[in-house]
């Protein structure tokens, strides 16, 4: 899970460190996984011996600029081709394994970079999953509610609404996803290519202007 979200992202952008630590307790943290700062180096360091990332200082001919950059000269991590073919696979290689709640936020932050048919199938397995949960609460209940002082039965049913709300947005994402037109996101626009650079609106619209040179009145 930390190496598939350290590669998406540096999928963005190169950073170093010290930024990457931060980007990474934002979206992990989002999803509640834990993560230890004490992992990230020996995690990086696997990645740059199996040629994933790449590790450079800044100011290296040719280096891209980090995100952030500090006063002291810290290494910057960039992505490799290889990392980026590897990132390519292990998203498109999901399994049952990304109904878990720490995996499946974490491909669900770089949904943008995965194909429909992968999106889709990743949203209905965290769909089977959370409604087998909400099953298991719902039977609880039945079984225990007589048992349960107020504070209990309190605790069972934020945990099945929980539940419920979940499927209710699944729900709606897998209808977005099945009516969505292919290389669109939910607002219409084009996704961008990982393959190819993204035009601005700007150009888009300048591109949709006829040319006025040649226009001629009459």
């Known amino acids: 899970m930390l190496e598939l979200a350290i590669l998406g992202l540096l999928h963005e952008s190169p950073m170093h460190g010290y930024e990457l630590r931060k980007r990474l307790l934002s979206l992990l943290g989002a999803i509640r996984a834990a993560f230890s700062y004490g992992s990230l180096y020996p995690t ?12 450079e200082a800044p100011g290296t001919p040719g280096a891209e600029k980090p995100l952030l950059t500090g006063r002291r000269a810290r290494k910057v991590y960039r992505l490799t081709p290889e990392g980026k073919e590897h990132f390519a696979q292990l ?3 999901a399994g ?6 720490a995996l499946f936020g974490v491909h669900f932050a770089f949904f943008s970079r995965t194909d429909p048919a992968t999106r ?11 409604e087998e949960r909400r099953e298991r609460i719902r039977e609880a209940l039945a079984r225990t509610a007589e048992r349960l002082d107020s504070y209990g039965f309190e605790l069972q049913r934020y945990g099945l609404e929980t539940a419920e709300r979940e499927v209710r947005w699944l729900n709606e994402l897998i209808a977005s996803e099945q009516g969505r037109n292919p290389g669109q996101n939910d607002f219409g626009d084009r996704l961008a290519d990982p393959g190819r650079p993204t035009r601005s609106a700007t150009e888009d619209e300048d591109s949709s ?3 006025k040179g040649g226009m001629r009145d009459g």
């Open 91 to 93: 998203m498109s290689e």
């Open 120 to 130: 889709l199938r990743i949203l209905e397995a965290r769909r089977r999953r959370v």
């Open 44 to 55: 990086l360091k696997r990645m740059r011996q199996r040629g994933l990332i790449a590790e």
């Open 209 to 211: 202007e006829p040319d």
């Open 96 to 101: 049952p394994e990304t109904a878990d709640e």
